[in-house]
Structures are given as C-alpha cells and as structure tokens.
C-alpha cells in the first residue's frame, strides 16, 4: 500500500467528529498519486454523504460545466481529485435550510499531511470561504467575494471559485464578469492541465 493509499485509509477511518455530527460519519475523499487538479471545497452534502462519490448532485453538474469537463471525464480521469475542508457531511441547520460550516477540526487534522502528499497538483480550485482562507493564509481578503473578484492574483495554481452550490445563483447573477472572464480561463487551464498529464 502506498504512503498516499495508507494515508486515505486512515481518513477514511476517522470517527474524531462522531459525537458531534447528526449522522455516523462518511468521509468522503477523492484521490490519486496521479492527482494534479484538486477540488477543494467545503464540505459534502447530504447526497454526496449518501452516495459516497463527490459532487454527486447539481453543484456537481455546474462546477463540470465551468471546468469544461464531462461527468465521464470527471470521475474517471486520476489526474482530477476531490478533497473538502472536512470530509464528512456537516448537516443541516434547521434555519434558512444550508449545511453547517465544515468543522476546523478536519482540516486541523489531515490538511497538511493530505498536501504533502499529493506532490503533482498542479492547479486548486478554491471553492468557498473554508478553502480560500486555508490555502491563501494571510493573503486571503476575508470574503468569497473578493478572493473570486481578485482571481488573477492567486494564478496560476489556484483559482477562487464561489461554491458552484445553487445558494450562489443570485450572486452569479450579480456578477456576470464571472461567466465571461474566469469561467472561459479555467476551463482553458483546465483543458491544459489534463492534457499535460496524457
């Protein structure tokens, strides 16, 4: 077994949230020693919990849809790995109906030592508040919208995304420079990515 498969192994096993989480816990981790797009996200959702596979639902559909790649693609390529700030699904909160915020306990845990070994990334996709301010440390500005209003500055290994969720719509719609300038460059670099691994 590899270092890396060892590694995914024991996150697969961890029950460190087990007395806090509504449910017994799934974490949920996609990855290869080939991986060289990482997805980093918040956390699953209730259906990713349920099925096990990551981005499983509509998010999943738009976030393939911005990267240019299709579902085939996406689950079958290694050099295409998924990794949330927290691997197990959170729950949802009783008001206003969204998930809880991923636990910081999880990235505490595994972050560091999953990034060690995962040495071919090439590219992260920032999506949401959790991943923007872990990855970009003290150059993260404090909110989504202005890590994503200031992609070009994190190029050209992460790119600040909003979560592709549809709780993100009106603010998609607000901001249609984000359909027609980052959404045309990542699916570029993305492209580029993938090919550069054949």
Not at 97 to 116: I, K, V
Not at 141 to 147: E, N
Request: net charge positive; glycine share 10%.
């Amino acid at each position: 077994m590899s270092d890396l498969a060892a590694l995914v192994a024991e996150i697969g096993a961890c029950r460190a949230c087990a007395g806090e989480l509504p449910h017994e816990p799934r974490p949920v981790i996609w990855v290869s020693p080939k991986t060289r797009i990482l997805l980093c996200g918040q956390a699953p959702g209730r259906r990713v919990h349920e099925s096990g596979l990551p981005f499983d639902d509509p998010s999943g559909d738009r976030l393939r849809d911005w990267m240019g790649v299709d579902r085939d693609t996406f689950y079958a390529s290694p050099a295409i790995g998924v990794a949330a700030m927290a691997f197990c699904y959170p729950g949802t909160a009783p008001r206003g109906g969204g998930d809880y915020p991923p636990p910081p306990r999880c990235a505490a845990l595994w972050r560091a030592r999953l990034m060690a070994h995962l040495p071919k990334v090439e590219l992260r996709l920032l999506m949401g508040r959790a991943a923007q301010s872990w990855a970009l440390g003290a150059r993260d500005p404090g909110r989504m919208d202005a890590a994503v209003r200031d992609w070009r500055s994190h190029l050209p290994g992460q790119i600040c995304l909003p979560h592709p969720s549809w709780r993100n719509t009106a603010w998609l719609k607000r901001n249609p420079w984000f359909e027609t300038e980052v959404v045309p460059y990542l699916r570029a670099r993305v492209r580029d990515v993938l090919k550069g691994g054949e």
